[in-house]
T-cell receptor, first 114, second 111 residues
Framework: DSGVTQTPKHLITATGQRVTLRCSPR?????VYWYQQSLDQGLQFLIQ???????AKGNILERFSAQQFPDLHSELNLSSLELGDSALYFC?????????????FGPGTRLTVL | GQNIDQPTEMTATEGAIVQINCTYQ??????LFWYQQHAGEAPTFLSY????GLEEKGRFSSFLSRSKGYSYLLLKELQMKDSASYLC????????????FGKGTRLSVIA
């Protein structure tokens, strides 16, 4: 158990809908990262937050947005869902936002868009 | 640009040794990680190399050559539970992505 929690574990929804994925970092960690993992793709970095502020942005679609709250939990919002958005979504956390920190991953949310 | 290459699949026998290679081309280099990921589960940290050489941790060892853009993960005394995907990830000095992951190598350990 990494100490990172994600909810829900599974989510099934329809195209065009909007969902929110939630992540709580390890106790004491300030930085949160979101990744998408599709069947034939590696982990694709979406976005990073550090202490409530956006730190780095990867290949995140405009339909997707995220934020980190004062209590350091983070939410990833996915809207106008398409079939291709079906994937595992992982959150990871680190103590700081430094590039040398090891990322510890949550159990993931499996999103299925029908 | 950024590119990380790993073999897609490997098969090895229980009790044997297997070496999983990773080559990379990224925007600068600031360390290389290996993660293990069982199907449908979260990646778990295995090792970190930032200087050239071999890091040993129990049955797992990881090697890095920065001049060659090359790393390998060595698994000894293979067990059935080692069947998983092994992800190579490079931390860049610049660019938008803090950690770039390869697509992973799916290792099957057979009896």
């Amino acid at each position: 158990d990494s100490g990172v929690t994600q909810t829900p574990k599974h989510l099934i929804t329809a195209t065009g809908q909007r969902v929110t994925l939630r992540c709580s970092p390890r106790s004491g960690d300030l930085s949160v990262y979101w990744y998408q993992q599709s069947l034939d793709q590696g982990l694709q970095f979406l976005i990073q937050y550090y202490n409530g502020e956006e730190r780095a942005k990867g290949n995140i679609l405009e339909r997707f947005s995220a934020q980190q709250f004062p209590d350091l939990h983070s939410e990833l919002n996915l809207s106008s869902l398409e079939l291709g958005d079906s994937a595992l979504y992982f959150c990871a956390s680190t103590l700081a936002g430094a590039s040398t920190d090891t990322q510890y991953f949550g159990p993931g949310t499996r999103l299925t868009v029908l | 640009g950024q590119n990380i290459d790993q073999p897609t699949e490997m098969t090895a026998t229980e009790g044997a040794i297997v070496q999983i290679n990773c080559t990379y081309q990224t925007s600068g280099f600031n360390g290389l990680f290996w993660y293990q990921q069982h199907a449908g589960e979260a990646p778990t940290f295995l090792s970190y190399n930032v200087l050239d050489g071999l890091e040993e941790k129990g049955r797992f060892s990881s090697f890095l050559s920065r001049s060659k853009g090359y790393s390998y993960l060595l698994l000894k005394e293979l067990q059935m539970k080692d069947s998983a995907s092994y992800l190579c990830a490079v931390r860049q000095l610049s660019g938008n992505t803090p950690l770039v992951f390869g697509k992973g190598t799916r290792l099957s350990v057979i009896a």
